[in-house]
């Protein structure tokens, strides 16, 4: 769950006021032909009018993409019997062919109606592109085409190396490019760069054009690891603001500018938006013509340093009509310095990131050459690096329900604080016994304000059980309950995040590279906390040792552990990213007991055994027009993972329904306690979490989707489809097949199944 718990987290997308009016009409109508029918004022049920939006994958009639590209003016110089790597000396760019079907893959031909001047002309034809920092500090950047570089090849029979030098800028470095059946990789060696000059290298981009489509000359879309995925379908250019552009595992904050906290409107505080979707793998693909030709571009090396840009045609620069997708590897930021007690200067970052970049090109031909054909391909890569659990979940039995259970909560009072206890120990057992009785025996249970001193009242690192709540007996005993029943329990823990009462924050947050505490803050005074602070990491490996050490025969939520990752610049302590991500892997590979996430940081991923909260639309940018299921894609099969809380603005037809779509389980968030003891703790905006209001409704949640996927528990998604508007069907490497539909009216399939109205079936069951 559970960073969605705390108010004082809430982001707001800069982007999020142009969806709140739009998304419902207006997202999806670039997602194909012009929809038929527009919602009127008194509609009771406009799920039939939601999956028009970028909130669900659209139908749109297949079309043939047509080669658009030629290699003509280039030179053949590789050639595996699948892939013909062509290039050209005049614009230092490359042509690949998909020899099985024939399909030239490149960036432009130099064509004049495109109205790119000659600065983009030769970006979007150059195989690489590099920014640096002039001696002012001002960033810069050019293609490898121009006049400043100077380029030497030495090719071999599967590859090439280059050896790069721009004697104007003092820079110099070398990069590889080889192919491998169906591969092609680029990878650079950060001993290779050579700094002599004023100038400083601060990013490279290879092949930042390539499957560029002009408007929508093409069919086909971008996938981007927005959320669940999202897509970006090819279509006339539009005037938006911005693109698609976030860094792996989210904005360093000890040296980003963060650039996503925003209101919606600057006379209101923000408490009640909510917070946007994390990039959430290091890939990104493109299609043209779906089931015809494709690519899936994977992050190997320099994640942590990797901005994923996916760029609609029109953004940023009207006059660039091109849709473009492509990953920058940044060298060096720009961040505020600190020269005195009170004045900062804005320079670049004075030492080189650790980078090493490699980025693999996958091309995908016929069947394979879609979302989903992407989602297998990189779930195969993910298992072969060992980056997946090798495991699964079971497959027999019903699906697992989660009950996200409050324990206890800081109560805030006049001169001093209180606790407030909402579930006991006895109460939890209560809720498992009307489960039970209600029909619901598999149920995992995540209990949160465990410790003494409540969720938020506990001091950092606490692992004293809060008695008001439950003995350490007691709550061993309802562990044993839950897992007796096939269940998993986990108590959740906060190593990254704290508020200024549970810990000293001179001593214990860390420290950006401005030399100013990291932290949030959320606009609005009046709530109790409404400042969160980030941790040192000398703090954070302590605390998860003595953790894992204290509580060893209990499972683990490790907290914001799968969403942040960032810099220490603590004075003598000073650790970089890749220093941070060492030192938590090496810290994490102690414990002995399973660990859950609330995110999917591809680094802890091998660890995790249960992911919470996993979200299940894109982040319904304008430009987005479609979401689809490609993290569950990749996911399902190896380690089990739920839905946002049902009781929070989950849990109408239309989301039970995708649920089922996505092969999500269902969780809820609940207490024992009446709904007003949430009034003067950090959690009062839950207006309503008590088990007993919420029992019916977790009976009915429960049982459509427990109806539909326990037919397919522990199975691994084969392929996701939208048969027709409103209609999808999720195939399952067991053989089944769930048809779900959103409309309001039946549909029948070809092969004469009936799939009722808001409603779903499953054929082919094992």
């Known amino acids: 769950m559970c960073s969605k718990w705390k108010m004082k987290r809430v982001v707001v997308p800069a982007l999020c006021a142009l969806l709140a009016g739009s998304a419902l009409l207006s997202s999806a109508a670039g997602a194909g032909d012009a929809k038929s029918g527009t919602p009127e004022y008194g509609t009771e049920d406009t799920s039939g009018y939601e999956v028009m939006t970028n909130r669900h994958t659209q139908y749109v009639p297949p079309r043939e993409a047509v080669c658009l590209l ?73 293609a490898l085409s121009e006049n400043t570089f100077d380029a030497k090849y030495q090719w071999g029979e599967d590859g090439f190396t280059c050896e790069v030098s721009a004697r104007r800028l003092g820079i110099s470095f070398s990069f590889a490019v080889s192919i491998e059946e169906d591969r092609l990789t680029f990878a650079m060696e950060d001993e290779s760069i050579e700094e002599t000059g004023k100038s400083k290298l601060a990013g490279v981009s290879f092949l930042s054009f390539l499957g560029t489509v002009y408007e929508d000359t093409v069919p086909g879309y971008v996938l981007v690891p927005d959320g669940s995925g999202a897509l970006i379908r090819f279509q006339k250019a539009k005037a938006y603001q911005s693109g698609y552009s976030r860094k792996v595992y989210g904005n360093d904050l000890a040296i980003d500018r963060d650039t996503t906290l925003s209101n919606l409107n600057g006379n209101r505080t923000d408490d009640y938006a909510t917070e946007e979707n994390r990039l959430s793998l290091p890939v990104w693909g493109m299609v043209h013509g779906e089931g015809q030709n494709g690519f899936l571009a994977s992050v190997e090396g320099g994640e942590l340093y990797t901005v994923i840009n996916a760029i609609p045609a029109g953004a940023e620069n009207q006059t660039v009509r091109f849709t473009r997708a492509y990953a920058d590897f940044i060298y060096r930021s720009q961040y505020d310095k600190r020269v005195s007690n009170s004045r900062t200067v804005t320079m670049p970052q004075e030492e080189l990131n650790t980078v090493n970049p490699v980025l693999t090109y996958t091309f995908l031909t016929g069947e394979e050459a879609d979302y989903s054909g992407m989602a297998r391909e990189y779930r195969a890569q993910l298992l072969s690096r060992g980056l997946l659990p090798e495991q699964g979940p079971e497959t027999e039995g019903e ?26 120990a006895d109460q939890a057992q209560a809720m498992l016994d009307t489960l039970a009785e209600g029909g619901i025996s598999n149920v995992s249970l995540l209990l949160l304000g465990w410790n003494e001193g409540g969720y938020h009242g506990a001091a950092y690192g606490e692992t004293d059980f809060e008695k008001e709540v439950g003995t350490r007996g007691e709550i061993e005993a309802l562990r044993d309950r839950v897992e007796e029943n096939g269940g998993s329990f986990a108590l959740a823990v906060d190593p990254v995040t704290a508020n200024e009462d549970q810990i000293r924050v001179s001593r214990d947050a860390a420290l950006n590279a401005t030399l100013d505490t990291v932290m949030e803050t959320v606009p609005n005074p009046g709530l109790m906390y409404p400042d969160t602070y980030y ?60 660990l859950w996430l609330d995110g999917t940081n591809l680094y802890l991923l091998p660890y995790a055994s249960v992911l919470t909260d996993v979200p299940v639309t894109g982040s319904q940018y304008i430009y987005e027009t479609d979401s689809v299921p490609f993290l569950q894609m990749v996911l399902r099969g190896s380690v089990d993972y739920y839905a946002p809380s049902a009781n929070q603005g989950f849990y109408d037809n239309a989301s039970i329904l995708k649920m089922i779509e996505y092969g999500a389980y269902p969780s809820f968030l609940v207490m024992g306690a009446d709904n007003f003891s949430l009034n003067d703790t950090p959690m009062e905006n839950y207006f309503s979490l008590n088990f007993e209001d919420w029992e019916e409704r977790i009976y009915e949640v429960y049982g459509k989707v427990n109806e539909a996927l326990e037919n397919v528990k522990g199975a691994a998604i084969s392929s996701h489809h939208v048969e027709a508007e409103g209609v999808s069907r999720t195939a399952y490497d067991n053989g089944a097949r769930i048809y779900v539909n959103y409309n309001g009216e039946d549909y029948v399939t070809e092969d004469g199944l009936t799939v009722p109205a808001g409603g779903y079936a499953v054929e082919g069951q094992p």
């Not at 697992?400 to 909402?422: D, I, K, M």
């Not at 941790?535 to 939520?557: G, N, P, Q, V, Y």
């Not at 960032?566 to 000073?574: G, R």
Request: charge should be negative; hydrophobic fraction near 35%; charged fraction near 25%.
């Open 70 to 142: 030629t290699t003509e003016g280039f030179e053949e110089k590789l050639n595996n019997g699948t892939l013909s790597v062509w290039y050209s000396e005049d614009t230092e760019g490359l042509r690949i062919v998909d020899l099985r079907s024939g399909y030239v893959w490149g960036c432009i031909d130099d064509r004049e109606e495109y109205g790119l001047n000659n600065r983009w002309t030769d970006r979007a034809s150059s195989m690489l592109y590099i920014t640096y920092f002039n001696l002012e500090g001002t960033q810069e950047s050019c």
């Open 399 to 424: 699906i697992p329900l989660l009950l996200q259970t409050a324990g206890s909560e800081v109560r805030e009072g006049f001169l001093f604080n209180g606790l407030q206890v909402l579930t006991t």
């Open 535 to 594: 941790l040192r990491h000398t703090r954070i490996t302590e605390t998860l040792s003595k953790t894992f050490a204290e509580l060893e025969d209990f499972d683990l939520l490790l907290e914001g552990m799968g969403s942040y990752l960032y810099s220490d610049y603590t004075i003598d302590d000073e650790l970089t990213r890749l220093g941070v991500q060492g030192e938590l892997l090496a810290t994490v590979e102690q414990a002995g007991q399973e």
